[in-house]
Structures are given as structure tokens and as C-alpha cells.
């Protein structure tokens, strides 16, 4: 890498607010939201158009210099920090943040707009993007779709994948290709938009999106319900998917989970007056012309008082929205709670239940001193399963010998019940042993395939996915 050459040509076609150099400008970006990887960048590039990203990409290239692409900063697996050995520079999109179209249907934003930026242009409008998450206020689309992120509404409306409906991205060579005009059908090869979503920014650098908004939410309704085990939580679903097609989220959360938020997030109260060893979040949300959510949510779960131990159906949006809070709150309690080997895992749906409770205990007997449990997208057979260190381990324990030996197995027997080590957090840094072990041969010749295809210099993100 030859980064005074990169520099001086940059300088040469930047405006000089794209080129930040101050130490301390940059060490806010070097550190990931769990605190668990720190990288060193000598730059932070924040171009703030999509020419600019192209002059940067053939910068890189010619220089031999890696980019990291970063949005948010929210990535749970280390994606968007930069390596430590200062081989690669940070390149924030940001800045990229205008919304250059929106209307009822459909909205084009750069990589840079902010998702909750976005669901309230959305809203403006009388529209919903169908896609939420608890780091709305910091993660960008171009990270989502970087990451093809999930999130608490995938049940109805899919992934993030599902929402993009056409992209802008800068790929090797400073090309852009551009899909914006939003074709319904488009088969001229391989789709590139769906190659780069979910690549990490490994494969080139996603500057704008088209995304598919969906009508305003006639009216909404949720109710959190205490259940016995996960097995009652997922017979509970299936009896509600039955019977209607109104259910947005169904987020099961252990009771060990919910007691992390009420110690650690302030002014949250248990939603239940009994005590539960599980509980669920169900969202409804029905037409105007329809029953009212409420009412529905009352009905149906008092159709299946045999699967619950209590219920509290929300009188208000303000109600709702403070058990959507409970939830979201989930990753920091968690965060704060100490040490812990953290799992993406997604299951045949139905060995979602099994998962927690057998598998859960034979690794407290393999790994004595530790707890396990999982939270999460029960309906779309996501939890994110978290092994707690034993008493008095390190901050750090999750990288030592011990907590690599955890997820090792974690992994392994999610391989072995037919399951990914990856649901929605994609591989980053985190995973990438660990994908390279496990994932079957196919997938993996594919993949180092297509990111020699696309990144032959290998300034994308280096260091990540494959
Ligand atoms: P970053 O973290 O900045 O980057 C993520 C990855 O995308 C990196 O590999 C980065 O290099 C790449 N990237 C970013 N922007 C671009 C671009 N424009 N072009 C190319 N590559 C790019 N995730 C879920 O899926 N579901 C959840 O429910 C969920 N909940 C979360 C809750 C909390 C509290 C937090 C902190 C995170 C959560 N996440 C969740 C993870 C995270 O929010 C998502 O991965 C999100 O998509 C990251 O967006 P970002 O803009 O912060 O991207
Ligand atoms: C969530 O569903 O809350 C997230 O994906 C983040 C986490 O793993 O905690
Ligand atoms: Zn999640």
C-alpha cells in the first residue's frame, strides 16, 4: 500500500471535507458497537457523492489501498471495523444521505439515509418501509442492504432483500452500475443488485437504493404474552397464523432476557403482573375496514388460553410502543450483562423450541459455569443465542480459548439440525473461521469465485466474509 501516492491523488480530485485525517475525528468509527474489535485507519473518506466514491475506488485500485466500507456502525459482527494492522481505510457513506425520490410506493435513498430517517419520510406520505430494527436511529439502507438485515417485521414483509427494488453501487474499476429505474423484469444475466446484497461490501460499494414502501399502518396492535415453554410459543403462532394474516412480528423472549432490561434499562416495567419463564410479543396490524387489532389479539388468544400463562393486550400506541421497547432494549441489557459467546443461529423452525431448551442445557453440562439462551425471531426461525460467560470470566472471554470452544459447538450443532451460523447479522470478521469450517465446499468455491471475479484487486472490505 502506498498511502501518501493514494493521498495525493485523492487531494487532487476530493473536495478536502471528503478527506478526514484528524486522529480524533477517526477514533470514534475504529470500534464496533459490541466493543469487541478496534481497528486503526489513517483516513476517514466521507464522500458525499456517488463520482466521488468512483475517484476513491480507482484510487484504491491503483494504489493497492482496502476500503471498509462503513454506515452506522451497527454491525454485530465486527463488518464495518477496520483491520488493526492500518492496511485498509475507513470509507464512510454517511454523507450519502440525501432521499432523492419518495412517494407511496417506493422511495430512492442513498446508501447513507438513515432508517429511521427513512420511516418517517415513509410516513409522511402515508407509507411504511416494512423493515425495523432496535439500531433504526444509527443503521443506514446501504448497510442493511450490505447486510441484508432483518429485523422484527421479516414474518410478513421479508428481509431486506425483499424491499430493494433497484440499486446504485460503485463496483471494480470505478463503474457504476445503476438499476434505480426500478424494471419489474430485467433478466440480462445474473441480477448484480442481489449479488451485492448481503456481500458485506465485499463486492463493491452501494451508493443509492430503490425500496419498496408498503401502505401506512391502518391500525396496529400488540400484546405480550407469558407462555410456558418455547414449544407453547410456536404452537401459539401457528394458531394465530390460522386463523389470521394480520401478524407482523412474534419475538419470543426468555424471562432471564426481560429481567436484563429492567435492571439495566432505566424506566422499563414488566409488562406482566405474574411471573412467566417465557414470553412472546405479538404485533397485529389490520386494515381500517377490518377488526380492530386489539379486539383480534383479545379473540385469538383467548381461543388459546391452554398455551399461555398470562397475556396484556396494549390500550394505545404509546402502550405498544413501550413493549416494542422492552424488545429493542434486549441487545444492550445484554450488552451491559458481561461477558458472552454470541450466536446469529437460524433452525428448521420447528427445532427452534428443542434448540433452547435440550441443546441450551447440554452446553451449560459441556461448559460448566455457563447459561444459555436465546431471544428473538421465533416466527422466522432466528434466535440470537447467547452463552453467558462462567462468574468472574473476562471482558474479552469470548475470544479466549474457552469462549471459541463455545461457539464451535454452538455451531456444530446448529450445522448438524440443518441450520445457519449466520441469519441475519451476516459473517464479517466474527464468523469467518467459523464459515470457512463449516460451510459446505459448494458455497464456499462459489463465493471466493465470484469476489475474485468482482474485486480483483482486493480493495473491498478486506479481511471480511471470505
Ligand atoms: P455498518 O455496521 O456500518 O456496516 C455493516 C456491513 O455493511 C459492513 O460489512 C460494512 O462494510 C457494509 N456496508 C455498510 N454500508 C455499505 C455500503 N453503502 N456499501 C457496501 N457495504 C456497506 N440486524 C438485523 O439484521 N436484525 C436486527 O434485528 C438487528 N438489530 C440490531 C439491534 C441493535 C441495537 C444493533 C446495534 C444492531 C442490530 N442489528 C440487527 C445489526 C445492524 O443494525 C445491521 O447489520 C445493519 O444492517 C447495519 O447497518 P449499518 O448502516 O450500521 O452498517
Ligand atoms: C435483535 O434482534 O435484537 C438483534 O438482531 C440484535 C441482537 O442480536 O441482539
Ligand atoms: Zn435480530
Not at 144 to 152: I, K, Q
Not at 374 to 391: E, I, K
Not at 428 to 446: I, S, T, V
Amino acid at each position: 500500500m502506498t498511502l501518501a501516492a493514494f493521498c495525493a491523488a485523492l487531494a487532487d480530485q476530493l473536495p478536502a471535507n471528503a478527506i478526514v485525517t484528524d486522529p480524533g475525528d477517526i477514533a470514534p468509527w475504529l470500534t464496533d458497537w459490541r466493543g469487541r474489535w478496534t481497528g486503526t485507519s489513517p483516513l476517514l473518506l466521507q464522500p458525499s457523492t456517488t463520482e466521488e466514491v468512483a475517484v476513491i475506488v480507482r484510487a484504491a485500485e491503483a494504489h493497492g489501498v482496502g476500503l471498509v466500507p462503513q454506515g452506522g456502525n451497527s454491525s454485530m459482527v465486527g463488518g464495518a471495523t477496520p483491520p488493526a494492522d492500518g492496511s485498509a481505510v475507513l470509507l464512510s457513506l454517511r454523507r450519502l444521505n440525501r432521499l432523492r425520490s419518495l412517494d407511496s410506493d417506493h422511495a430512492v435513498a442513498e446508501a447513507g439515509v438513515i432508517l429511521d430517517t427513512l420511516q418517517q419520510a415513509a410516513a409522511g406520505e402515508g407509507a411504511r418501509f416494512p423493515l425495523d430494527l432496535g439500531a433504526r436511529g444509527s443503521a443506514t439502507v446501504g448497510g442493511l442492504a450490505a447486510t441484508n438485515a432483518g429485523g422484527t417485521q421479516v414474518l410478513r414483509f421479508g428481509t431486506m432483500r425483499a424491499q430493494v427494488l433497484g440499486m446504485e453501487s460503485v463496483l471494480s474499476g470505478g463503474l457504476v452500475h445503476d438499476s434505480l429505474g426500478g424494471l419489474k423484469k430485467d433478466n440480462r444475466g445474473v441480477s448484480l443488485d442481489h449479488l451485492l446484497i448481503g456481500a458485506e461490501g465485499t463486492l463493491g460499494i452501494i451508493t443509492a437504493l430503490r425500496l419498496r414502501l408498503v401502505p401506512g399502518a391502518g391500525q396496529r396492535g400488540a400484546a405480550w404474552v407469558g407462555v410456558a415453554n418455547p414449544h407453547h410459543a410456536l404452537a401459539l403462532l401457528r394458531c394465530l397464523e390460522a386463523a389470521t394474516d394480520t401478524i407482523e412480528g412474534f419475538e419470543l423472549i426468555p424471562d432471564v432476557s426481560l429481567t436484563r432490561v429492567l435492571e439495566h434499562i432505566p424506566q422499563t416495567r414488566a409488562p406482566l403482573t405474574t411471573n412467566a419463564p417465557w414470553h412472546v410479543l405479538i404485533e397485529a396490524v389490520t386494515g381500517a375496514a377490518e377488526e380492530p387489532p386489539q379486539q383480534l389479539l383479545e379473540r385469538l388468544l383467548g381461543e388459546s388460553t391452554d398455551l399461555l400463562t398470562d397475556a396484556v393486550i396494549a390500550q394505545s400506541d404509546a402502550q405498544t410502543e413501550a413493549l416494542w421497547r422492552l424488545r429493542h432494549s434486549i441487545s444492550e441489557a445484554e450488552r451491559a450483562a458481561g461477558p458472552a459467546a454470541q450466536h446469529d443461529i437460524s433452525l428448521p423452525i420447528d427445532r427452534v423450541p428443542g434448540f433452547l431448551l435440550d441443546e441450551a442445557r447440554l452446553i451449560e453440562r459441556r461448559f460448566p459455569g455457563t447459561k444459555a439462551s436465546g431471544y428473538g425471531h421465533l416466527g422466522d426461525g432466528n434466535v440470537h443465542f447467547h452463552v453467558r460467560a462462567p462468574a468472574g470470566a473476562p471482558p474479552g472471554w469470548a475470544d479466549s480459548a474457552e469462549g471459541k470452544a463455545v461457539s464451535a459447538f454452538v455451531h456444530d450443532l446448529v450445522t448438524a439440525a440443518g441450520g445457519s451460523i449466520s441469519a441475519e447479522h451476516g459473517i464479517g470478521q466474527m464468523k469467518k473461521d467459523e464459515l470457512a469450517r463449516l460451510a459446505p465446499p459448494a458455497r464456499m468455491q462459489a463465493l471466493r469465485a465470484i469476489k475474485a471475479a468482482m474485486d480483483p484487486h482486493g480493495v473491498f472490505n478486506p479481511g471480511k466474509l471470505v
